[in-house]
């Protein structure tokens, strides 16, 4: 597995120790209230003369919920979690530098069976 597929698979499984409302899933939103995240066009920051680099994944969250406080809160629970972690797991074919929100959990849509969307971007570095 690419190092980045890799941390998103390892991210969802960080996330899901977080015990929100839904496990986090990887693309589209299900058709029932959830939670998903997918990695948004990344690009390297800095390269280095061995070819290495650090890597900047925008990962898209969205959150849909029949409750509008609990679509709004459980991205706001995820971002700020995610931001202030003491420090950032490594896998085994990358590092984990960090993580920033760059844009809070912000409203999408009210859905026609009255489900709130909500989305958030953070941008996670990784090295590899």
């Given at each position: 597995m690419e190092?980045?597929?890799?941390?998103?698979?390892?991210?969802?499984?960080?996330?899901?120790?977080?015990?929100?409302?839904?496990?986090v899933c990887i693309g589209q939103?299900?058709?029932?209230?959830?939670?998903?995240v997918e990695i948004n066009s990344g690009h390297i920051s800095d390269l280095y003369y061995d070819r290495s680099a650090i890597h900047e994944l925008p990962l898209l969250w969205l959150c849909k919920h029949p409750d509008q406080l609990t679509a709004y809160n459980t991205l706001l629970t995820t971002g700020n979690r995610?931001?202030?972690?003491?420090?950032?797991?490594?896998?085994?074919?990358?590092?984990?530098?960090g993580l920033?929100?760059?844009?809070?959990?912000?409203?999408?849509?009210?859905?026609?069976?009255?489900?709130?969307i909500y989305s958030m971007i953070a941008v996670a570095k990784i090295y590899f």
């Open positions: 190092p980045q597929a890799a941390f998103l698979n390892d991210l969802i499984a960080l996330v899901n120790q977080f015990e929100l409302f839904s496990p939103l299900p058709t029932t209230p959830g939670i998903s995610l931001s202030s972690l003491p420090s950032y797991p490594d896998g085994e074919a990358y590092r984990w530098l920033e929100v760059t844009n809070e959990a912000e409203f999408v849509t009210k859905q026609e069976d009255g489900q709130y």
